[in-house]
């Protein structure tokens, strides 16, 4: 035995009764939220119940207990831009959300089942992150996105001419029977730059985490348990559990109720992110030559922008010499 170990045996000590409790509650709560999440919604959690826990604390037991997120699965194209219906400009670009039912965001993603693809189309309110819409099917037919759109209509309240529904370029968000929907509702259309995943990325955000957190986790027999299984984790999970960095660590329901509530007692109400903070990636709109991918809100800092503090010594000038 090394010397080293010996000493490590003398200290040795059985687990505190807090740190086996500790753990006890982080395994119910990853359990909970199906092992596809980090360390800081659970650490958020711990602390909602008033459990003050450092985060390099938890993330070393969660490592040790195997509790860390699983990725990654193989990316499968669901759209189809090639065809000859009217395109839309980019209305949501650049756009800042005050409050609910003012952008809808949708997209179509595939499932993978034993002997077949089934795909899954959503809605969803872009200030909210909730899934006000949504239907799974074997086929990519656009009546497939109409059913999610009629869900998200028959669900939610809205301004005609102060909602904006934004979407890739597919077939089925371009063809005539999707638009005559929104048109005849009130509600103004938008469309992504071609090839630019940027311009949806609260949808495209929204598909990882489904595939995260409850595709990745599960095995469906068939539609139908999937139907059961996904509808579950998106009426009662993400909508209702799911913990949210953008809402303050709070669920999409829960964070649309406490908006409910400020408007009617008049108090300051929450906010969800909406713009990016200093040094955090961005999103262009392309006039500047950029295709759409973040850039760096970091200034550039240059030598005549650095401010020189009170009663330093000036810089030595540099000397020219003169040949004779």
């Known amino acids: 035995m090394s010397r080293a170990g010996y000493y490590r045996h003398l200290h040795a000590k059985a687990p505190e009764e807090e740190d086996v409790e500790l753990r006890h509650r982080v395994q119910q709560i990853v359990t909970g939220m199906r092992q596809r999440r980090g360390y800081r919604p659970v650490m958020y959690q711990l602390r909602k119940e008033g459990l003050c826990v450092n985060h390099k604390r938890l993330l070393r ?14 990316y499968v194209l669901t759209t189809d831009s090639r065809h000859e219906y009217h395109v839309y400009s980019n209305l949501a670009r650049g756009v800042r959300l005050k409050g609910l039912n003012q952008l ?8 993978r089942l034993g002997t077949e693809f089934i795909y899954l189309a959503v809605v969803l309110d872009a ?3 909730r899934v006000i819409g949504w239907e799974l099917g074997r086929s990519l037919a656009a009546e497939l996105a109409l059913a999610a759109l009629r869900q998200a209509l028959a669900g939610r309240s809205w301004q005609p001419g102060q ?9 089925q968000y371009a063809c005539h029977a999707y638009t005559d929907l929104l048109e005849g509702n009130g509600i103004a259309i938008s469309m992504s730059r071609a090839g630019n995943p940027y311009d949806n990325a609260k949808a495209e955000r929204f598909m990882r985490t489904l595939k995260d957190e409850e595709v990745y986790a ?42 409910v509530k400020a408007n009617e007692t008049g108090r300051p109400s929450p906010e969800a992110e909406t713009t990016n903070g200093p040094g955090e990636a961005v999103e262009t709109d392309g006039a500047d030559g950029n295709s759409g991918k973040p850039k760096s809100r970091f200034p550039t800092v240059t030598h005549s922008s650095l401010e020189i503090p009170t009663g ?8 020219t010499t003169t040949s004779s």
């Open 127 to 129: 200030y909210s992150r």
């Open 312 to 319: 330093f010594p000036p810089f030595p000038q540099p000397t």
């Open 104 to 111: 809808w965001v949708s997209d179509i993603t595939y499932i």
């Open 218 to 259: 599960s095995t469906y027999r068939d539609l139908e348990d999937a139907r059961t299984q996904i509808g579950t984790f998106l009426d009662e999970v993400y909508n209702e559990q799911r913990l949210h960095s953008a809402l303050s660590y709070l669920p999409p329901a829960e964070f649309e109720a406490e908006l």
């Open 61 to 74: 037991l969660m490592r040790e207990d195997n509790l860390l997120c699983l990725r990654k699965k193989k």
């Open 163 to 171: 909602l904006v529904h934004h979407s890739d370029r597919g077939t």
